[in-house]
């Protein structure tokens, strides 16, 4: 017959005696089955006694977590929670080096428990520790479980991260420099750089002044403490106000840091974790939320600026066709003109292009697309448009229209303009080896998008319709759009950019069968 369900069988621990064999009554208050082991042992003062898990992890048995011990359990009897503390908060002030040493080894084990760490904050023990580390007496394995037992405390969400003093951080900050050969406390304190900055307003101003992203980029070369590196760098990145924003991702966009992290991160001859995942995919949302804002503004039609955008458009596809002199007899013929090179463009508004670009998303983001392609891509740009105008009518592939709505979707897929989730890992190496890289990737799309349009021969009434296939509704530029995902998947995992689409690319007798279908 099976024991009642509130009856858990275990064995505790007492040094220096045999095991004992117990049936633990989970009715029974903690306090009576502590009382019942102790007068087992005739151990006087219960009161200075707990239940420990004996399995390596050494957490106290309460009475919110006594649920969790199972049948079969080792329990070990040991010094209360509330005794511990006293104890560790007396001998890490021994004026011995070797106990303190020790005494900060045991503190760095036990404050991984939240009910010890309630109780040596109770007597003030953060505090403690944080004089010690501004002292700066203390170096080496001293100094590295000081730091330790920190993290570990302050992990507990006990203690506001704001009560710490300057003086602290310039300590902290100052580690991540001085301590450039000693890894457990550089990892402890980039670990501590991260929370401040991350946990307190106040913290990520005065973190800022202390360290640079200059000054951390030497310590990406180091795999022992690059994702602590990384993570810092995206801490400082996501708190920092707009209008340095910007200047960070001009750092972050420069060649030298793109380089030391494909070279001894992305290529490094190891796994990447899913910590390190999630730190890069991190940086990569973050790089593209700086698109926001142009994704989220609308053309101005009024503005000169803008519109010349349009007309720089125009000059690069059709400059070496003439154009009628600025006399005013020409004028008709001139506006007669733009509107046919407007429709060759593949705008919707022939005669005011720039009102195509008044929804967003993706607002002025599709413009700065269009121009980026059309500059860096010349050839490949004019070759699209003249192959548009060279069509019948019918098959003509719109490049206005489809570059708006290609940089839509593109912004749907990479998730600009929202926060980067806790549990994510999706990072793409390619978005790593380019300063432009969201707009390169365009570039590679809007010409898999013209070769698909060609050869399915679709129409300009099959715009919606025609397919990149298998997904939603929206058809060729539904956010499940099959090709584009497969074209981030193809160029995501790589670190060339450049890499010409292959010949088979894109399953185009699947999705053309579909087509015809439809």
């Known amino acids: 017959m099976p024991p009642p369900a509130d009856i858990v069988k275990v064995a505790i621990e007492w040094p220096g005696a045999f095991p004992k064999l117990m049936e633990i009554d989970q009715k029974k208050p903690l306090s009576a089955i502590i009382k019942e082991v102790c007068d087992g042992w005739s151990l006087a003062n219960h009161d200075y006694y707990a239940l420990q898990h004996a399995d390596g992890s050494n957490f106290y048995i309460t009475e919110k977590n006594r649920n969790e011990i199972k049948n079969g359990a080792i329990l070990r009897l040991t010094t209360s929670p509330a005794q511990t503390a006293q104890q560790l908060h007396e001998r890490i002030q021994s004026s011995s080096m070797d106990a303190k040493l020790e005494a900060l080894k045991d503190l760095s084990s036990f404050s991984r428990d939240v009910t010890f760490a309630q109780e040596f904050i109770n007597l ?181 600026a803008q519109r010349d955008i349009i007309f720089e458009l125009r000059r690069i596809a059709f400059d070496a066709e003439s154009e009628p002199s600025n006399s005013s007899g020409n004028i008709e013929k001139r506006k007669s003109m733009y509107t046919r090179y407007y429709k060759k463009l593949g705008f919707i508004n022939h005669v005011n292009p720039a009102m195509d670009f008044t929804q967003t998303p993706p607002g002025m983001l599709a413009l700065d697309n269009m121009l980026y392609f059309a500059k860096h891509h010349q050839d490949a740009y004019i070759r699209i448009v003249l192959e548009k105008s060279s069509r019948e009518d019918k098959h003509e592939c719109p490049f206005g229209r489809s570059s708006i709505e290609l ?24 978005f790593f080896t380019h300063d432009r890289s969201f707009e390169e990737f365009f570039c590679i799309c809007i010409q898999l998008l013209n070769k698909t349009w060609k050869e399915m021969r679709a129409t300009s009434e099959d715009f919606n319709k025609a397919s990149w296939g298998r997904g939603g509704d929206g058809g060729m530029f539904d956010i499940d759009s099959i090709p584009v995902r497969e074209c981030l998947f193809l160029y995501g995992s790589t670190v060339d950019l450049h890499m010409p689409l292959p010949v088979d690319f894109y399953g185009f007798p699947c999705v053309k069968k579909e087509f015809e279908i439809e």
């Not at 940089?407 to 390619?430: A, Q, R, W």
């Open 124 to 304: 003030d023990g953060i505090s403690l520790l944080t004089q010690m580390v501004e002292s700066g007496t203390d170096f080496g394995d001293m100094l590295s479980f000081t730091l330790t037992a920190f993290v570990e405390l302050m992990d507990h969400g006990i203690v506001s991260w704001d009560t710490f003093s300057v003086a602290f951080i310039k300590k902290i900050a100052g580690y991540v420099n001085k301590f450039a050969n000693d890894i457990s406390i550089l990892q402890r304190s980039l670990a501590i750089l991260e929370s401040m900055v991350l946990n307190s307003h106040d913290l990520y101003q005065k973190v800022a002044q202390e360290i640079t992203i200059g000054q951390l980029i030497p310590h990406l070369q180091d795999q022992e403490i690059q994702t602590y590196t990384i993570a810092v760098i995206n801490a400082l990145f996501l708190k920092a106000p707009d209008d340095k924003r910007q200047e960070m991702a001009n750092i972050l966009a420069q060649r030298q840091l793109r380089s030391i992290i494909l070279t001894h991160v992305i290529r490094a001859q190891r796994a990447i974790n899913n910590e390190m995942a999630h730190q890069l995919y991190v940086l990569q949302v973050l790089t593209f939320n700086l698109l926001e804002d142009r994704m989220m503004t609308k053309m101005d039609p009024q503005d000169q």
């Open 407 to 430: 940089t839509k979707m593109l912004c749907e897929i990479l998730k600009v303009g929202e926060l980067p989730s806790e549990t994510c890992n999706d990072f793409h190496p390619m």
